[in-house]
Every structure is written in structure tokens, then in C-alpha cells.
């Protein structure tokens, strides 16, 4: 079975659970990139005599490195838990958050 396909018999829950995974995808990537715009203009105004020496694929490796660390291990974890706590769970139990390669709901 597909885990996009849910079938249930009341079809009232399977209308409900549709739509939280698409808000829950909506929410993280609208704040991932508002996120990572922030960190970019933090960087750029912060670094930006430093950055404007290095050659243009230098500039864009370091931006990009210090962008995917800091998103990885600092921004998406948090960001996750508090988007899968605002979704909720869903009148069958299940929380409604089983984003198929997303990070949202689980915990480690």
C-alpha cells in the first residue's frame, strides 16, 4: 500500500488527515526558507568585506556550508516538533504527521 493512500472506513477521517500533511509540508518549507534567507542576510551583512575577497565558488561553498549546518542541526529539529505539535493529532490517534521524507512529528 501506498502511505499516500489512506483508507479508513469513515471517510470524514481520511478527508482530515489529507489536508494536515499538506499544511505540515506548506508550514515547514514557508519557514525553512525564511530561515535560511535570514541566515543568508545575517551572513552577507555580517562577513560581507571578508566574503567579497574570496572567489565567487568559495563564497558559495562557505555560504552554503554554514546555511546547511546551521538548518540541519540547529533550525529543522525544533521547527519540526513545534509544526507537529501545532498540526496536532488527528481523530484517529495517529498524529497526522507520517510526511512521507519529512522530519515532521518524529522524535528521536
Excluded at 46 to 67: I, N, Q, Y
Aim: hydrophobic residues 55%; glycine residues 6%.
Amino acid at each position: 500500500m501506498s502511505p499516500c493512500i489512506v483508507e479508513r472506513e469513515d471517510s470524514r477521517v481520511a478527508t482530515r488527515v489529507k489536508p494536515r500533511r499538506w499544511l505540515a509540508r506548506l508550514v515547514m518549507t514557508a519557514a525553512a526558507w525564511l530561515v535560511a534567507f535570514l541566515v543568508v542576510m545575517a551572513l552577507l551583512t555580517l562577513f560581507s568585506d571578508e566574503l567579497a575577497s574570496l572567489p565567487l565558488a568559495l563564497r558559495a561553498l562557505v555560504l552554503s556550508g554554514v546555511l546547511v549546518l546551521l538548518m540541519v542541526n540547529v533550525v529543522m529539529p525544533p521547527l519540526s516538533q513545534a509544526v507537529g505539535r501545532w498540526i496536532g493529532p488527528t481523530r484517529d490517534g495517529s498524529d497526522g504527521n507520517e510526511v512521507e521524507g519529512s522530519m515532521v512529528g518524529r522524535r528521536s
